[in-house]
Every structure is written in structure tokens, then in C-alpha cells.
């Protein structure tokens, strides 16, 4: 009885090893392939710059949030129940925002020549948790604006949308933008090693040059790490 269960033991911890380093195996995989955090507020210009950046280096461009919406219209049943998250105003679990985006970036990572990670993370825990379980962040892009600014931004495009949102007003938009701003704070400290944080409230092309000299020095630091190995 002791000698089986010694066996079963000894089973168990080789499956572990085993499982263990698979995830290592497939975390080196990714991490041989830049990986970028876009950060910023609603309004602060980040999507214009991602399609920019998608249009020169043809990097994946990954959205939290449409990953989330492309789930739900799949009709799955993960994606009906994050519908019923949504819609009762409920905040969708990291766990399965992280699940979304792991799935993404194996899907893809074959043919990808980086990863534009935009709108996550959107707190600390997160960071720590994505680079845990999918591969470290090699830059975060912080695209920084004044609060006064992003209202603007947002309040005009709300007024051009054919569909108005109940929560596009002054006040609802304002709280939004503080709680982001806190959450953000944390991120910038934790990551400060990897972060670039950049003045989002210049010309576009201006903001772009910034990005691409950034860009261009992580990819050199990539190629040589990769002679280096």
C-alpha cells in the first residue's frame, strides 16, 4: 500500500514537472515576439496610434474589450454568460479576460510579428498576472492626456454617434476618468522600468515619431538577445 502510494505520488509530481514546463516552453515561444501594453483613457488617441503601428510593423492588434464583444456575439456559452455579466452592469472577472487574451495569443502567435495589447492591464494585479501566465510585457506605452481634454474627446464623439449611451454625460464620464487615473497610477509605479509614458496631446504624426523610435529600439533589442541565444 505505502509502495503505491509512493508510485502515485511520484506520478503526480512528474506530471506537474511536465505541465510546468510546457507553460515555460510556451511562454519562451511568446516571449520571442514583442509584446506591448498600450495604455491610456478613453479619449487619449491609443486606438489611432495602434492602426498606425499595425500599418507599419504588422504587429497583432489585441482589444480587451473586443475580444469580450467578439465572445459574446459567437453565441457561446462563455459568451452568453459574459453577456449576462455585462448587462446586469457587473465587472467580467480577470480570469476570464486573461483566458480570452492567452487564447488569442496562442492563436496567433505562429504568424505574428508582435502583439499591441491595448486597454489592459487596467490595474496592477493584472499586469502581474499576464506576465505570470502568458509572457513578460517588453514596453507599456502610456499615452498621457489631462482629464479635461479626454471629455472633450469624448463628449464629441458621443454627440456624433447615431446611438447615444446613457452614461455619456459630464459627471458619469469624469468618475470613469479618476478611476482609471488611480488604477493607472499603480501600473506606471509597479512597471516603471518598461514604461514610456508620452504627450497624447499633440499632432498625431508628432506622437507617432515618439513611438516609432521606442518601437524600433525594443525590436533591435529583441534581434540581439535572439543572437545572443
Not at 78 to 89: A, D, F, H, V
Not at 182 to 194: E, G, V
Amino acid at each position: 500500500m505505502l509502495f503505491m502510494c509512493h508510485q502515485m505520488a511520484m506520478k503526480k509530481e512528474a506530471q506537474e514537472k511536465q505541465e510546468k514546463a510546457e507553460q515555460l516552453r510556451k511562454a519562451q515561444a511568446v516571449s520571442d515576439i514583442p509584446i506591448i501594453w498600450i495604455l491610456g483613457g478613453p479619449g487619449c488617441g491609443k486606438g489611432t496610434q495602434c492602426a498606425k503601428i499595425v500599418e507599419k510593423y504588422g504587429f497583432t492588434h489585441l482589444s480587451s474589450g473586443d475580444l469580450l464583444r467578439e465572445e459574446v456575439a459567437s453565441g457561446s456559452d462563455k459568451g452568453r454568460q459574459l453577456q449576462e455579466i455585462m448587462t446586469s452592469g457587473g465587472l467580467v472577472p480577470n480570469a476570464e479576460v486573461l483566458s480570452l487574451l492567452h487564447a488569442a495569443v496562442t492563436r496567433t502567435k505562429g504568424s505574428s510579428k508582435g502583439f499591441l495589447i491595448d486597454g489592459y492591464p487596467r490595474e496592477k494585479n493584472q499586469g502581474i498576472e499576464f506576465e505570470q501566465k502568458i509572457a513578460p510585457a517588453d514596453l507599456a506605452l502610456y499615452f498621457d492626456c489631462s482629464e479635461d481634454t479626454m471629455l472633450k474627446r469624448i463628449l464629441a464623439r458621443a454627440n456624433a454617434a447615431e446611438v447615444k449611451r446613457a452614461d455619456d454625460n459630464e459627471e458619469t464620464i469624469r468618475s470613469r476618468l479618476q478611476t482609471f487615473k488611480r488604477n493607472t497610477s499603480a501600473i506606471l509605479d509597479l512597471y516603471a522600468d518598461k514604461t514610456l509614458t508620452i504627450n497624447a496631446e499633440r499632432d498625431v504624426d508628432d506622437i507617432f515619431m515618439e513611438v516609432v523610435e521606442v518601437i524600433d529600439c525594443v525590436l533591435q533589442k529583441k534581434q540581439r538577445a535572439a543572437k545572443v541565444c
